[in-house]
Structures are given as structure tokens and as C-alpha cells.
RNA sequence: GCGGUUAUGGCGAAGUGGUUAACGCAUCGGAUUGUGGUUCCGACAUACGUGGGUUCGAUUCCCACUAGUCGCCCCA
């Protein structure tokens, strides 16, 4: 036996027959909703400049720190795999000069690969595929809403019933540094007291240190300042905002005020979508996403407000298959065609082409099986009708076909398959 | 990057320091000289992840590596 020693790279997989259906389903109804909310497609190249990702994500986030695809190319450029979409998005709105459409705010969204050098797991992927929108251009909480409502749609709309909204605010930019400084000086003192990696946390990143598992217990968690009460004037009503509008649609949701996102360019509105499904492991994030008041600017391009989500599909396959959500109705071929003997083989070459140029689906035997074995297939095939050609039917000029379903076959005249075909299909 | 766990034919899965490594599924053939299911019979496959070590002898014991898987960090 030859035996293959290459394999799929790590944390990469094959999406095969059988489940890529799944995928496809998926991937028609994202589309099919960004045509009702009217977000148009970009496509954006798979690698970047690493630069981009530098500014863009933010270079204390561990995206960029650790897990970033760069290699350079012949001409000695840092290139990446993306390892997200919303800063190759906002790439590509400053330099095609979106900000001058006369469309207002540009609503876009993707869909495709992105790459990130992270030690597999359930629910995580060296390369996973990412469905994501932005809508850039507005500061209007009603589009923030109008975001948040697209995803769980989507989910809903898919069968998921085991879907939990998590909101929280990071305030705006005053807002954000104050509560941060808060923070930092509440833990710095006794930062001793924590585990290694609060440790770590004080510097980069204070919020992180509220929603540890290991030190969740501790006194100064209870007493720690939230962001909320640091949210300024103009912050905090756009929070409310924001819930009010959630709660006309319908959309329940948690407020979480520890929830903080990985990336470095939020502000504002920032919410989570998890599953509550039994068993879906321990990465339970279905979606992320949040506003960047502050990205378009960092990239290089006017001051520009924008918002947005990006959920993977693999967790979306993944939820689906948690909460037993059947989604492709196995579809059988319409006819299989049957056939004895060399002259009769030979007849099926073109009575197939004849059946897919009429728009049906058809296949014959390719392995010079046995006729048992023949019906085996179709059968296995989930065969509306087969066709059986043998000795006897070419002497008569005609062919028999027989219903699957109830076993009934009738002869009918080789000359005119196709016709008589049509004639008793239902 | 850190830790747990696993690795036997196409798939699933037993098992042993020592002649031919069970079994089930699938596949193919036959019983049925041209008809799907069941049943029965038969056939088939260069199978012990890779590399070292211990041993007279390793698929089995030890180590490393690789990969899967699960978790930590973090994230979609």
C-alpha cells in the first residue's frame, strides 16, 4: 500500500462531502442577509502588509505578538495571512477613497480564510474562515444595533436556539484611559497577591485581570472599579442607546461589564455571542465584534467612525451540530443508469449526456460491476429512477425504467428516452 | 508557548515481551444464468504514527519526535 506521509498542516482540515453542505448553507443565508441589510461584498487579498496588522489590531494583542503568519517575499517585503478582516476592510475603504461614495455610511461585509499561528483546539483552527460586516461611516447607535441584529438573525435563522448576546461599553477614548488608570492604581499594590498572569495583565491590559479565573476570589475583585461607572456623559448615553434600540428588536441580551474584546481598536459598543449548547467546549465565542472610532484614523484615513462582527464558521458548524440542527435535506440523483453487456455500456454514454443536458442529475457505473452491484449503487445513490439497457432491451429497441419507490417498471422506446423519461417523471 | 490524553487495515475496535495480530462495518463475488432489503457462504487488504533505546526477541516496556484530541493563555 502507498503510504502517504504528507498530511494537513496543523490546525488546518478538509471540509469533505457530507459536511461541506453545511458550510454552503451557511454561507448562502449570510449572503442572502447581507442583501436584505444591504452589506455589499469586498473581497481583499488573503496577506497584507504586516504593518497593517501592526496598526491595525494593535501591537501589545497577541495576534500580533504571537500568533501572525509573516514571511517575507522575494522582494524582502513583511508580508501576513490575515489574521482578521476588519483592518484589510478598512485597508481598502481608505484606498479606494470609500469615504467620498455617495452611499453613507459604506456597509461591507466578507467572507473567507484568515490565519493565526495558535496551538489547536476544539472550536480553534490555524486557519479558520471568517463572515464578517463593517459598517463604516456612522456614529449612529442605531447601526450598532442594526450589526448586532444581523448576526442574530443569521443564528436564528439557522436553527440555533442556545444563543446568548453579551454586551458591555468601553466608553470612548477619555473614557477608557480613565477607567484603566482606575484600575491599574486599585491593583498595582497588591498586585503581588495575583496569579503570574494578572501579572502580566496590569500593564497590558487591566481589564483582563476582572474576568481571571484563578484569582476571581479575591477582595479587590469585589471593589474594583467598573467601566461603567467611568463612562462619561456622552459614552454612557450612547450605551443606553444602544440597549434601547436591542430591546425594541427583541434581542435579549446580558450586559457584562468585564467583557473586554482582544483587540486593541475598540471603543464603545463591544458584544459577544456565545453558545450555552451542552458539550460545545470550552471556546464557547460564536461571534465578536464592537465599534472602532478610532481604527480608520490609526490606518491612515479620516476620521471616521465604524462598527462591526466577525464570526467563524467553523463554531457556527460546530453550535449547528451541538444543538442536533439538521440543515441539508439529502438529496437523491433523479436517474441511475443500468447496463448489461459491451453494446449497452457503450448506449449510456450519450442517454447520460442526455439526462444532464435536460437538467437532470444522472450517473452511471464506472467499475464494470455486476448488475447486482449496479442496483447497489443506485440505490446508495438515492436513485429517483433507475434505467436498466441490457441484451434484451437493445434487440427490442427499448429500455426499461424503473420507480425506485415502488419497484413498477415499464418499457419504454430507446429511440425517445429522453422524451418518455420526461413523460414519467414526477 | 504550557499541560493532560491518544496513535493497530478504508472506517470502528480487541489484543500480546516470542510461530498465521481477533472481531465488527464497509467493499467485492456467489447462493438468485439481468434488479435494491434481509439472510447465508466466500474473498479481500504490504495494519501496530516516526526515530532511537532496553532485550536473545518489541506492535507490547522506556525516551524523543510528529500528529490527533482536550484544556490553559488568548481568541473567531
Same mark, same amino acid.
Given at each position: 500500500?502507498?503510504?502517504? /506521509? ?24 449570510? #449572503? ?10 469586498? #473581497? ?5 502588509? +504586516?504593518?497593517?496588522?501592526?496598526r491595525g489590531?494593535? &501591537? ?16 524582502? !517585503? /513583511? ?11 478598512v ?27 495558535? !496551538?489547536?483546539?476544539?472550536? #480553534? ?23 448586532? %441584529?444581523?448576526?442574530?438573525? @443569521? ?61 476571581? $476570589? ?16 456622552? %459614552? /454612557? ?18 450586559? &457584562?461589564?468585564? @467583557? ?5 481598536y ?15 467546549? *470550552?471556546?464557547? +465565542? ?8 478610532g481604527l480608520v484614523e490609526e490606518i491612515g484615513g479620516? =476620521? ?10 467553523? !463554531? ?9 440542527? =439538521? ?6 440523483? &433523479? ?14 454514454? /450519450? ?28 440505490? #446508495? %445513490? $438515492? ?10 432491451? @437493445?434487440? *427490442? ?25 420526461? =413523460?414519467?417523471?414526477?
Amino acid at each position: 500500500m502507498y503510504i502517504m /506521509s504528507i498530511r494537513v498542516p496543523r490546525g488546518t482540515q478538509d471540509i469533505l462531502p457530507g459536511q461541506v453542505e453545511k458550510w454552503q448553507m451557511i454561507e448562502a443565508k449570510a #449572503r442572502e442577509f447581507c442583501e436584505r441589510y444591504q452589506y455589499r461584498e469586498v #473581497r481583499t487579498p488573503i496577506f497584507e502588509q +504586516t504593518d497593517l496588522f501592526l496598526r491595525g489590531v494593535g &501591537d501589545t494583542t497577541d495576534i500580533v505578538q504571537k500568533e501572525m503568519y509573516s514571511f517575507e517575499d522575494r522582494g524582502g !517585503r /513583511s508580508l501576513t495571512l490575515r489574521p482578521e478582516g476588519t483592518a484589510a476592510v478598512v485597508r481598502s475603504y481608505i484606498e479606494n477613497k470609500m469615504f467620498g461614495d455617495a452611499n453613507q455610511p459604506v456597509k461591507l461585509y466578507y467572507m473567507g480564510p484568515m490565519f493565526r499561528y495558535e !496551538r489547536p483546539q476544539a472550536g #480553534r483552527y490555524r486557519q479558520f474562515v471568517q463572515f464578517g460586516v463593517e459598517a463604516i461611516g456612522s456614529a449612529d447607535p442605531a447601526i450598532d444595533a442594526e450589526v448586532i %441584529s444581523l448576526a442574530m438573525s @443569521l443564528y436564528k435563522e439557522l436553527g440555533l436556539k442556545q444563543i446568548k448576546l453579551v454586551i458591555n461599553s468601553l466608553g470612548d477614548k477619555a473614557s477608557r484611559k480613565a477607567h484603566r488608570d482606575a484600575l491599574v492604581s486599585h491593583f498595582k499594590p497588591r498586585i503581588g497577591e495575583f496569579c503570574g498572569d494578572c501579572q502580566g495583565r496590569l500593564e497590558k491590559n487591566p481589564m483582563r485581570i476582572l474576568d481571571c479565573k484563578v484569582d476571581r $476570589n479575591h477582595e479587590l475583585m469585589k471593589t474594583a472599579p467598573s467601566i461603567i461607572d467611568y463612562l462619561n456623559d456622552h %459614552s /454612557s448615553h450612547y450605551y443606553a442607546k444602544v440597549k434601547r434600540y436591542l430591546t425594541d428588536l427583541g434581542i435579549p441580551f446580558e450586559e &457584562d461589564p468585564n @467583557l473586554v474584546r482582544g483587540l486593541d481598536y475598540y471603543t464603545h459598543t463591544a458584544f459577544e455571542i456565545m453558545s450555552g449548547a451542552e458539550g460545545f467546549g *470550552a471556546i464557547t +465565542t460564536l461571534c465578536g465584534g464592537g465599534r472602532y472610532n478610532g481604527l480608520v484614523e490609526e490606518i491612515g484615513g479620516p =476620521e471616521i467612525p465604524g462598527i462591526g462582527f466577525a464570526l467563524s464558521l467553523e !463554531r457556527f458548524v460546530a453550535a449547528l451540530e451541538a444543538e442536533n440542527v =439538521e440543515l441539508p435535506v439529502k438529496k437523491g440523483i &433523479d436517474c441511475y443508469l443500468v447496463s448489461l453487456g459491451e453494446e449497452a455500456k457503450d448506449h449510456t454514454v /450519450s442517454l447520460l449526456h442526455e439526462l444532464r443536458s435536460a437538467g437532470y442529475s444522472a450517473e452511471r457505473d464506472y467499475l464494470d460491476r455486476k448488475i447486482k452491484a449496479q442496483f447497489k449503487a443506485a440505490d #446508495r %445513490s $438515492n436513485a429517483k429512477y433507475v434505467a436498466v439497457l441490457g441484451e434484451d432491451e @437493445l434487440k *427490442a429497441n427499448k429500455i426499461t425504467l424503473k420507480t425506485m419507490e415502488t419497484g413498477d417498471q415499464v418499457e419504454i422506446e430507446l429511440d425517445s428516452f429522453l422524451e418518455k423519461f420526461k =413523460e414519467n417523471y414526477k
